[in-house]
């Protein structure tokens, strides 16, 4: 399975990718790969991989070649975003910033570290474009699924979303290293405010759960109303 992405900002520059949601890491890559996606640039503090045994960031490796092809470009211009899967096909004209938002996140989702895994379910449901509030309602509503498979198959379920927070919380930790990373080698801010914006959506379930949940309370509940009122 894989999601194509086409980035067009004018005649000069258009960019193609391919992402392959369930490849393995590619060490002749990594081989290529600047210096700042070794593994030792900025680990990630809650990074469980060994220098001794990895030599590079699995998710800094995937995405360098976006990096750089968006350095020295301004977040604010215009870009024509065109997203393919396998189900459907998805056209807009967007900041820069909020097209990369989109490809940074899959491309890191589907990557081989294994913190940043945990969001690969979600981007086999990929949704391109997404505001925070789509983001919050499917990341709860995929964790809720998951509890309800840990109930039937006889492990521990947790209705209580705390672990939903813990791994969040996890994934802010290696928001906070990227930015170090890109930070070091970017020399425009369509890379860096790309990474702040994901990195804000991600927070949101950190910092302001209950905030969140509310919000898509009347999204959740107008249907059960609605039935029992009719």
């Given amino acids: 399975m894989a999601i194509e992405y086409r980035i067009i900002?004018?005649?000069?520059?258009?960019?193609?990718?391919?992402?392959?949601?369930?490849?393995?890491?590619?060490?002749?890559?990594?081989?290529?790969?600047?210096?700042?996606?070794?593994?030792?640039?900025?680990?990630?503090?809650?990074c469980?991989?060994?220098?001794?045994?990895?030599?590079?960031?699995?998710a800094a490796v995937d995405l360098h070649q976006v990096i750089e092809d968006?350095?020295?470009?301004?977040?604010?211009?215009?870009a024509h975003v065109r997203?393919?899967?396998?189900?459907?096909?998805?056209?807009?004209?967007?900041?820069?910033e909020e097209g990369l938002r989109a490809l940074l996140g899959v491309i890191m989702a589907t990557s081989a570290c294994p913190v940043l895994g945990r969001l690969k379910p979600m981007a086999h449901q990929h949704l391109p474009f997404a505001s925070n509030q789509e983001f919050v309602l499917r990341a709860v509503s995929l964790?809720?699924?998951?509890?309800?498979?840990?109930?039937?198959?006889?492990?521990?379920?947790?209705?209580?979303?705390?672990?939903?927070?813990?791994?969040?919380?996890?994934?802010q930790l290696v928001n906070?290293?990227?930015?170090?990373?890109?930070?070091?080698?970017?020399?425009?801010d369509s890379n860096l405010k790309a990474f702040l914006t994901f990195f804000s959506m991600a927070s949101s379930l950190t910092y302001s759960?209950?905030?969140?949940?509310?919000?898509?309370?009347?999204?959740?509940m107008s249907a059960n109303?609605?039935?029992?009122?009719?």
């Fill in 9 to 46: 900002l004018d005649d000069e520059h258009e960019f193609s990718y391919r992402i392959e949601l369930d490849r393995a890491f590619d060490h002749e890559a990594a081989k290529q790969a600047p210096k700042w996606t070794r593994l030792d640039h900025q680990q990630c503090n809650n």
């Fill in 48 to 58: 469980p991989l060994k220098r001794d045994q990895h030599s590079h960031c699995p």
């Fill in 70 to 78: 968006f350095q020295g470009l301004p977040a604010i211009r215009k």
């Fill in 83 to 96: 997203v393919r899967t396998p189900e459907r096909e998805y056209n807009k004209l967007v900041g820069l």
């Fill in 143 to 171: 964790y809720l699924a998951q509890q309800y498979f840990n109930l039937r198959e006889g492990r521990h379920a947790d209705w209580e979303l705390r672990g939903l927070v813990r791994s969040f919380q996890q994934l």
């Fill in 176 to 188: 906070q290293a990227f930015w170090q990373r890109i930070h070091d080698t970017c020399h425009g």
């Fill in 209 to 220: 759960l209950e905030t969140q949940l509310q919000k898509i309370r009347p999204l959740v």
């Fill in 225 to 230: 109303e609605y039935v029992e009122t009719a």
